[in-house]
């Protein structure tokens, strides 16, 4: 399987990943947590990202591509993969619509998640990570068991940089102008799902499970 998932900052696209990996055993590839993870080891591609997501902006597409051309390279990548995050704009979607013809192979489907904004605001500021493991929380939604601390691994919890109020509404404003125009675009090409993203996590999934079966 060869998915996409799209929605704008906080539609749940990480918490719909975990589930869809496991589902059909493929590789969660999400720009935002290789661009996170490049930041937290400072490395080149992190220093130049963080200018940019700090102020809740899109990382350039051409280091956006280098880092997901270098991710298709590993050997994992090869039966099928699910794209968190990526493509962002019509620039990513047509690179990655290139690089599906010139290796033969091809997207199964685009999952977009529909999520209103007052919602967004409100999941975003209730969300916490975990430090070592990644697992997403939801003060509102979904609580850890003992406070500020991972139900999975004991990792302390975290606010994203990027979910401060200002910034979010900036990412969303990002989202309508760059990213939503790729609605139209793989909706033209007949392999867009939408789900209501605003229903809980695991109905949301067993929505796009149903959608999936179908195509
Ligand atoms: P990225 O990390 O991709 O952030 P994002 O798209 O803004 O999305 P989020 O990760 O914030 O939200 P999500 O949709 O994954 O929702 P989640 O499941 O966590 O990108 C970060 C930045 O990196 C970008 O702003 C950009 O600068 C840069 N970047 C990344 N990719 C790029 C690209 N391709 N090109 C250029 N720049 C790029 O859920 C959110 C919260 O809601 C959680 O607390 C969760 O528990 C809760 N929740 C989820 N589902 C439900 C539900 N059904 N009901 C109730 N609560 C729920
Ligand atoms: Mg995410």
Same mark, same amino acid.
């Given at each position: ?14 918490t ?14 999400s ?5 996170r993870? @490049? ?5 080149? /591609?992190?220093? &130049?990202?963080?200018k940019?997501?700090?102020?809740? +902006?899109? %990382?350039? =597409? ?75 929380? @939801? ?5 850890? /068991?003992?406070? &500020? ?7 302390? +919890?975290? %606010?994203? =940089?990027?979910?401060k ?15 939503q ?35």
């Amino acid at each position: 399987m060869r998915i996409v998932l799209l929605g704008s900052p906080g539609s749940g696209k990480g918490t719909q990943a975990c589930k869809i990996i496991t589902k059909y055993n493929i590789p969660h590839i999400s720009t935002g947590d290789i661009f996170r993870d @490049n930041i937290k080891r400072q490395t080149e /591609i992190g220093i &130049e990202a963080k200018k940019f997501i700090d102020k809740g +902006l899109l %990382v350039p =597409d051409e280091l956006t591509l280098q880092i997901v051309e270098d991710r298709f390279d590993q050997p994992d990548c090869a039966a099928g993969f699910l794209l968190d995050g990526f493509p962002r704009t019509l620039v990513q979607a047509e690179a990655l619509e290139k690089e599906m013809i010139s290796t033969g192979k091809k997207l199964d489907a685009v999952v977009n998640l529909e999520v209103n904004d007052d919602t967004i605001i409100r999941r975003m500021t209730g969300r916490r990570v975990c430090s070592k493991c990644g697992a997403t929380y @939801n003060l509102m939604y979904n609580k850890p /068991i003992v406070d &500020e601390t991972c139900d999975k691994c004991g990792g302390s +919890l975290y %606010v994203r =940089d990027d979910d401060k109020i200002e910034t979010v509404t900036n990412r969303l404003k990002v989202y309508k102008t760059e990213t939503q125009p790729l609605i139209d675009f793989y909706r033209d090409r007949g392999i867009l799902i939408t789900v209501n993203g605003e229903q809980d996590a695991e109905v949301v999934f067993q929505n796009i499970s149903k959608a999936l079966e179908q195509f």
